[in-house]
T-cell receptor
């Protein structure tokens, strides 16, 4: 199993540009989440999904959209990038509640 | 609002000693708590999970306690080694939300 994969690894955007961060898992996990991590801080939940077709907002959802059309994929869309969205983005998945989350390697995003 | 505090940003100890990290929470009734390890530039890696009805969990040199009355978890690494140097994150999750809330982490440095 590849586990949780994320692309790209690093991206530079200009203010106002849009982009999609890709996340895929091959473990048939129902639960998937997107977090952002700013320097010296923990992870803050952006959006999460408890299954295909079901998504919900986390702690910091503004400026981001998600969809879950398949069990494997959970893309995160930045609608109009802002410098405040400069961060490291992690995708995670788990089989069900009260189980281990597996994290991807992260996407480093710089918005100029 | 829900709040998670990890005892300090940084903890320095000598090799062979026991490291003790603290995770306190308020305005939360978690069903379980997890500890993760994060190395620089990498995603978090799961270490231990403890449920609300469990007092203590052990795994090799790691031990976690969970006191729902004090709203506190302690994470111990015995016989610490320089390779244990990393940032350690605690995360709480409710009964059926499917989403986790993370603390900001404690960076542990074990000196030889």
């Amino acid at each position: 199993n590849a586990g949780v994969t994320q692309t790209p690894k690093f991206q530079v955007l200009k203010t106002g540009q849009s982009m999609t961060l890709q996340c895929a898992q091959d473990m048939n996990h129902e639960y998937m989440s997107w977090y952002r991590q700013d320097p010296g801080m923990g992870l803050r939940l952006i959006h999460y999904s408890v299954g295909a077709g079901i998504t919900d907002q986390g702690e910091v959802p503004n400026g981001y959209n998600v969809s879950r059309s398949t069990t494997e994929d959970f893309p995160l869309r930045l609608l109009s990038a802002a410098p405040s969205q400069t961060s490291v983005y992690f995708c995670a998945s788990k089989r069900t509640v009260q189980e281990t989350q597996y994290f991807g390697p992260g996407t480093r995003l710089l918005v100029l | 609002s829900q709040k998670i505090e990890q005892n300090s940003e940084a903890l320095n100890i000598q090799e062979g000693k026991t490291a003790t990290l603290t995770c306190n929470y308020t305005n939360y009734s978690p069903a379980y708590l997890q500890w993760y390890r994060q190395d620089p530039g990498r995603g978090p890696v799961f270490l231990l999970l403890i449920r609300e009805n469990e007092k203590e969990k052990r795994k090799e040199r790691l031990k976690v306690t969970f006191d729902t009355t004090l709203k506190q978890s302690l994470f111990h690494i015995t016989a610490s080694q320089p390779a244990d140097s990393a940032t350690y994150l605690c995360a709480l999750e409710g009964t059926n939300a499917g989403k986790s809330t993370f603390g900001d982490g404690t960076t542990l440095t074990v000196k030889p």
